[in-house]
Nanobody, 123 residues
Framework: QVQLVESGGGLVQAGDSLRLSCVASERTFSLYTMGWFRQAPGKEREFVAAINWSNGVTYYADSVKDRSTISRGNAKNTVYLQMNSLKSEDTAVYYC????????????????WGRGTQVTVSS
């Protein structure tokens, strides 16, 4: 069973930057995709970004693609989400997710999830 632990959330002001981290309990060569989703109060969980672990190809939601970067850490079980120019609408719980399949934007395609880290952006 893969365990994912997120960190790096917090309370920031609009325009600030934040880097979220996710550590997987096993070497990510066995995981084909790692991604980030977010869920705001009263809304469905939505795709933010994903990375194909084997070739490094990245995918982003339109709402964040010009402000965010998903990347692999030097340790082979860590993924980061750098978010810049944060907006109040970025406020949500951010979840790390992983799968042994190709990247998709559908939460249902990811069998492994962390517990989430809260990001609150004040305007």
């Amino acid at each position: 069973q893969v365990q994912l632990v997120e960190s790096g959330g917090g309370l920031v002001q609009a325009g600030d930057s934040l880097r979220l981290s996710c550590v997987a309990s096993e070497r990510t060569f066995s995981l084909y995709t790692m991604g980030w989703f977010r869920q705001a109060p009263g809304k469905e969980r939505e795709f933010v970004a994903a990375i194909n672990w084997s070739n490094g190809v990245t995918y982003y939601a339109d709402s964040v693609k010009d402000r965010s970067t998903i990347s692999r850490g030097n340790a082979k079980n860590t993924v980061y989400l750098q978010m810049n120019s944060l907006k109040s609408e970025d406020t949500a719980v951010y979840y790390c997710a992983a799968s042994r399949s190709s990247p998709t934007v559908h939460a249902s395609d990811y069998p492994y999830w962390g517990r989430g880290t809260q990001v609150t952006v004040s305007s």
